[in-house]
T-cell receptor
Framework: GAGVSQTPSNKVTEKGKYVELRCDPI?????LYWYRQSLGQGPEFLIY????????DSGLPNDRFFAVRPEGSVSTLKIQRTERGDSAVYLC?????????????FGPGTRLTVT | GENVEQHPSTLSVQEGDSAVIKCTYS??????FPWYKQELGKGPQLIID?????GEKKDQRIAVTLNKTAKHFSLHITETQPEDSAVYFC?????????FGAGTRLTVKP
């Protein structure tokens, strides 16, 4: 079946602009995760949804970052007043079970570049 | 919180040789240890995982070992092939917290 998909694959924006990154999880997966991956590093946890609610948002770096999952499927990561330091690959993953102790299936990521 | 260290950062082997990547973790309560393979321009792909109640797990050419006392776990790839070339990440998780290592770039030379 279809895997996790993310759009856009690449996004270039100017400093100070607002961006939205979209994630379509595997159908039927109740858990959804957002990570940020900087060059040469492993993924860094941002936020985790179980259904429609954010079960853990402790990884969001500041209040410029926000994510929603209104119907328990598609999720959108929103970044306000982008800064050059926000440049990274943003990865989404989904899992048939919640928490962090089960297999996660990753999408290809969105490469965000803030100029 | 959990801290995961991964070694080596780069590894080059000849096709057919074995490759070993090692990770250590800091939180003794961590109970799930996945390994991911990431190819250029793609997201990480789960290749094998192990839970804290198991010492070793094998899947064809890939095996993972866990030493809870020493808080380290390792990925073993036997009979390496050029298509094994990628960046490999280990991770350790507890409850709602998963931490990844910095990655190992494996190159398999034909």
């Amino acid at each position: 079946g279809a895997g996790v998909s993310q759009t856009p694959s690449n996004k270039v924006t100017e400093k100070g602009k607002y961006v939205e990154l979209r994630c379509d999880p595997i159908s039927g997966h109740t858990a959804l995760y957002w990570y940020r991956q900087s060059l040469g590093q492993g993924p860094e946890f941002l936020i985790y949804f179980q259904g429609t609610g954010a079960a853990d948002d402790s990884g969001l770096p500041n209040d410029r970052f926000f994510a929603v999952r209104p119907e328990g499927s598609v999720s959108t990561l929103k970044i306000q007043r982008t800064e050059r330091g926000d440049s990274a690959v943003y990865l989404c993953a989904s899992s048939p079970r919640g928490g962090m102790s089960y297999e996660q299936y990753f999408g290809p990521g969105t490469r965000l570049t803030v100029t | 919180g959990e801290n995961v260290e991964q070694h080596p950062s780069t590894l080059s082997v000849q096709e057919g040789d074995s490759a070993v990547i090692k990770c250590t973790y800091s939180d003794s309560a961590s109970n799930y240890f996945p390994w991911y393979k990431q190819e250029l321009g793609k997201g990480p792909q789960l290749i094998i995982d192990i839970r804290s109640n198991v010492g070793e797990k094998k899947d064809q050419r890939i095996a993972v070992t866990l030493n809870k006392t020493a808080k380290h776990f390792s990925l073993h790839i036997t009979e390496t092939q050029p298509e094994d070339s990628a960046v490999y990440f280990c991770a350790a998780s507890i409850a709602n917290d998963m931490r990844f290592g910095a990655g190992t770039r494996l190159t398999v030379k034909p």
